[in-house]
């Protein structure tokens, strides 16, 4: 995130959410939106379904799955057509505007709404909403991120906001909101295939003799490695022989679960370190058991860069241990230099020597000041609650020409619905932790499918309430949910539950730049079940 979540309920005087189902998702940052909302910030919800924070909408916009580069690069053509740009900031701050422009004027309203299905005086009134209520924030989520387009959709996202000058501003900016507590610390920490901590670049001769220097160890490779739907791949082709599974579930959460299955059982050797029994422990050779949260010390970034203290409260049960320790021990047996840490704050020392934008972060400060916001690149920098105040970290701001490209699997005759996935508010994630909590099993105890009425009339469910979906991977039976919170065409299923898993169905169409699979659009067909 470019901004912080307080700045919302104090500064932003216009969200506009796409492809975030906030309040379930993602409730305590709903609640900052809902304050500002009382104090009459303006709210733009766009996405293909009907989100509970849409209630709030002053204007809601529902777009065909797929289709957002189209969308976006309408509201810019209406914003340069009627003036509404910032010409001050593009022109101070930013570079290829031009490029970007040539582009984007091939989407006037009346284009979009033929690709998208957004009505072109909504586009219109969305983009006058979003472009004269400064500062203006974007939030979004994996409804933006997983598609083969992912990548564009976020430069569109960027260009908007810098079309507008709403970077480097207090309340605006453009705001990915994390799926989990520490994902943003994970990445922060090199848990990527192309960069050490601090997002230095494996690739960088600099970088590479550096860590070398700092782990004591030769021959770092300088190769980017592989993602997670690509390491399955490569299990599966037999490039991949061994593989150490975290915290993670990808028998559940990865598309395509079936073939996911057939990979991963073709690993010579598959270690899963985790707090429960999940799907994907059920194939592993050797299981570690991990600390849950309030078992261990350490710290969690937020999902606005905000850095903060763990505190152990229980011991572990068993023969748990935490992360770092099991880490520390396996490196110690293997004989690898650098893995005598003694407790997470001298891990954390580390960390402030070789992560420049965590450099000025103690405990003692964590302990004294509660939070602080990276970059904190010394010990006396109060941290940062908003990047891109006076310049770009690259110096000018670079706008991208992106012309809209449909998904990877259109619906056709024989599966003619869109299936897309998301969460709900009583699960989370695969279900690891939340579907052993009696309560939230109790609010949210099966899975299903929503399905607009026309549509099932259209197939002649007529009254019918279990159906098979059915795409060219697999098919699950589910109970059918009719509701007109979901536009005709599509349907949606909540990927939490193992026993009709929704990413049995999903494919694992990558985006070519960030890899993520194309979890948000698949084609399906839905059958009746007597």
């Known amino acids: 995130m470019t901004n912080s979540v307080p700045e919302f309920s104090e500064h932003t005087r216009c969200f506009l959410i796409t492809g975030s189902n906030t309040t379930e998702a993602h409730p305590l940052v709903a609640s900052h939106v809902m304050k500002a909302k009382e104090r009459g910030a303006k709210v733009i919800v766009v996405d293909p379904r009907r989100v509970q924070i849409a209630q709030l909408a002053d204007l809601y916009l529902q777009p065909r799955p797929g289709t957002d580069v189209a969308w976006l690069n309408g509201l810019m053509y209406v914003i340069v057509t009627e003036e509404l740009a910032d010409q001050e900031f593009i022109e101070k701050r930013t570079e290829g505007f031009e490029e970007m422009w040539r582009v984007v004027q091939q989407y006037p309203p009346e284009r979009v709404e033929e690709i998208t299905g957004i009505p072109a005086d909504d586009l219109r009134a969305a983009a006058r909403m979003y472009a004269q209520n400064k500062p203006a924030a974007v939030l979004y989520t994996m409804g933006i991120t997983q598609h083969t387009t992912g990548v564009d959709n976020v430069k569109c996202i960027a260009n908007l906001a810098m079309l507008t000058g709403n970077l480097g501003i207090p309340g605006g900016g453009v705001n990915p909101l994390r799926g989990q507590n520490n994902v943003q610390g994970a990445c922060d920490m090199g848990g990527l295939p192309n960069v050490y901590p601090a997002y230095q670049p494996v690739t960088s001769p600099e970088a590479k003799a550096k860590f070398e220097a700092a782990w004591g160890v030769e021959g770092l490779s300088d190769r980017v490695g592989l993602t997670v739907v690509e390491m399955v791949h490569a299990a599966g082709e037999g490039r991949l022989r061994a593989l150490y599974v975290m915290g993670e579930n990808p028998l559940l959460s990865d598309p395509d679960i079936q073939h996911a299955r057939e990979c991963l059982e073709k690993l010579d ?80 020392a580390e960390i402030t020597r070789v992560a420049p934008s965590y450099g000025g972060v103690t405990y003692e400060r964590l302990d004294r000041e509660g939070s602080l916001q990276w970059p904190v690149p010394a010990v006396d920098h109060p941290g940062t609650p908003y990047l891109h105040k006076e310049k770009f970290t690259r110096g000018l701001g670079r706008f991208h020409a992106i012309e809209f490209h449909e998904a990877a699997e259109l619906p056709d005759e024989e599966y003619p619905f869109i299936l897309t996935t998301g969460r709900i508010m009583f699960q989370y994630h695969t279900g690891t932790m939340t579907r052993r909590s009696p309560k939230l099993e109790q609010e949210a105890p099966e899975p299903y499918v929503e399905m607009h009425p026309d549509d099932a009339a259209r197939i002649g469910l007529d009254g019918i309430r279990r159906v098979r979906v059915v795409s060219r991977r697999g098919a699950i039976e589910v109970a059918v949910r009719l509701t007109e919170r979901i536009r005709p065409g599509v349907v949606f299923i909540p990927f939490h539950y193992a026993e009709a898993a929704a990413n049995i169905l999903t494919h694992a169409a990558l985006d070519p730049v960030a890899k993520i699979p194309e979890l948000k659009v698949c084609a399906v067909r839905v059958e009746p079940v007597p």
């Open 269 to 348: 050797f598959l270690v899963v370190q985790d707090i429960f029994p999940t799907e994907t422990t059920e194939l592993a050779h050797v299981v570690l058991p991990g600390a849950a949260f309030a078992e261990k010390d350490g710290t969690f970034t937020a999902t606005d860069r905000r850095i903060q203290r763990v505190r152990k409260a229980v011991d572990p049960p068993g023969q748990a241990k935490a992360d770092w320790e099991i880490l520390c021990r396996l490196g110690q047996r293997l004989g690898a230099p650098g893995f005598d840490f003694a407790s997470p704050e001298e891990i954390m």
